[in-house]
Structure formats: structure tokens, C-alpha cells
């Protein structure tokens, strides 16, 4: 079974993909942000590192779902693919921050890409408001993420609200996690593992 877990960024995928790999006894597979050799650099300059940055994880996603399709196990993914095109790389395009000729390059390569990408089982996405991204993001403290402003965060929001509405290649669950902090409440992890399992068809 593959589970991926979609959202803005501080939306809190990272923590969940852990927290149910524990419960289930899924694996998990992590974005790499340790190692990533573009990431700090575009956080300081977009345009001049969009393209770069795009086709590092484009092609980081798409060797994670291979492995995914190779194990026969059953895995969670913090962030898809389809993240990286419709909402990443369509917010540079938009933004100025990535020239058309460019944005065309990418958007046809990562068409032959996810044409040959099978969807996740469920993806959740786990919708979260600008103060709740601001907060988690600050309080992460990674340095090169200090810059994000709550313009870029916004734009994210409403791509990632269009790619919700618009996404029909599979199971969709949205969570809305403003209120709800399971990183520290158990009760509120257990709200979230009783959506899933509905979902899922597992009886808690
Ligand atoms: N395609 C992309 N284009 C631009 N930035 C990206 C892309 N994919 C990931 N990132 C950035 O890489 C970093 C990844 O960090 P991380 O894995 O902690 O995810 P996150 O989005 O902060 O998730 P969360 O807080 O929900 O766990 C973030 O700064 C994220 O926005």
C-alpha cells in the first residue's frame, strides 16, 4: 500500500509520516532537506535557482516512487510528485521566477515522468492556515527558511486548494489541522488515525 501525505510547507508531513509509520508499521520515505544541494541557495535567490531546484526533486520523487513500487511494502511519503509540478513549480512560473521556456522543459519532462507513476492508495493532505505554517516554520528554526514570506505561503495555499479540488487520480482525505497539534496530544493523533482507518476500511 502507498500512503503520501501532502501540504504546505510547516503543515506538519513529516511528523504525521512518523507518527503513522509507528502506528501501522508502515515504512516511511522522507524528503531529503539534509544534502539537498539547491535548497538554501533558491531560499536566497529563486530565479536564479528554480529550474535547478525543480529537476533535483522532481528526479528525487520520481527515483522514491520507484522504490516504493519495487519494495511490495507498504509505505508512507512525505510529499508527491505531483506537489513538485502543480504547485512548486506552477507557483515559480507564476510568480516571474521561472521563465516559460524553462517551466515548458520541466512541465514536459515531468509528463513523461508521472505518465508512468502510479497514484497513491490515499493521499492526505493536511490543510493548514498562514499563522499555523508561520508559526511551525519559525519554531523549526531552520535558517534558510527564515526568508519565507507569507506571500510565497499563501500562493502555495491556494495551488495546493486548487490541486485538492482538481485531484481525481485517486483516494483524497483532507485534514484540516489548525486546531489539532499531534505531536503533543495523543487525543488529537487519534482523531487523525480514526479518519485514515475509515478510510481505509480498518476497523480501530
Ligand atoms: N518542489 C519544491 N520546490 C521548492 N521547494 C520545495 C519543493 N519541495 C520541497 N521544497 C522545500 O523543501 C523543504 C522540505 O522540508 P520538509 O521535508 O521539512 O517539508 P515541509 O514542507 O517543511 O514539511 P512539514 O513541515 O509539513 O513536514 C521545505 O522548505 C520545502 O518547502
Redesign the pocket.
Known amino acids: 500500500m502507498h500512503i503520501a501525505i501532502t ?1 504546505n ?7 504525521l509520516a512518523q507518527l503513522l509509520a509507528t502506528h501501522y508499521g508502515w515504512d516511511v520515505l ?2 531529503a ?1 539534509e544534502g539537498n544541494p539547491y ?1 538554501a541557495d533558491f531560499y536566497g535567490d529563486m530565479e536564479r535557482w528554480s529550474f535547478n ?2 529537476i533535483y ?1 522532481l528526479n528525487s520523487r520520481f527515483e522514491q516512487v520507484k522504490t516504493i513500487r519495487e519494495s511490495g511494502r507498504s509505505v508512507i511519503q ?2 508527491t510528485i505531483y506537489e ?1 509540478a502543480y504547485i ?1 513549480a506552477s507557483n515559480l512560473h507564476r510568480s516571474g521566477n521561472m521563465s516559460e521556456r524553462d517551466y515548458e522543459t520541466y512541465r514536459c519532462l515531468f509528463d513523461n515522468m508521472v505518465s508512468t507513476v502510479q497514484a497513491p492508495d490515499l493521499m492526505i493532505y493536511l490543510r493548514a492556515d498562514l499563522p499555523k505554517l508561520m508559526g ?1 516554520i519559525r519554531k523549526r528554526g531552520r535558517s534558510f ?1 527564515q526568508s519565507i514570506g507569507e506571500d510565497y505561503l499563501d500562493s502555495l495555499n491556494v495551488l495546493y486548494e486548487e490541486f485538492a479540488r482538481e485531484y481525481t487520480a485517486g483516494e483524497l482525505l483532507i485534514i484540516d489541522v489548525n486546531e489539532l497539534d499531534y505531536a503533543n496530544r495523543p487525543q488529537d493523533l487519534q482523531h487523525v488515525i480514526g479518519r485514515i482507518d475509515e478510510r481505509l476500511g480498518v476497523n480501530s
Open positions: 501540504g510547507i510547516g503543515a506538519g508531513k513529516t511528523t522522507y524528503e532537506v535548497l531546484l525543480q526533486f512525505d510529499r513538485d512548486f511551525q527558511e
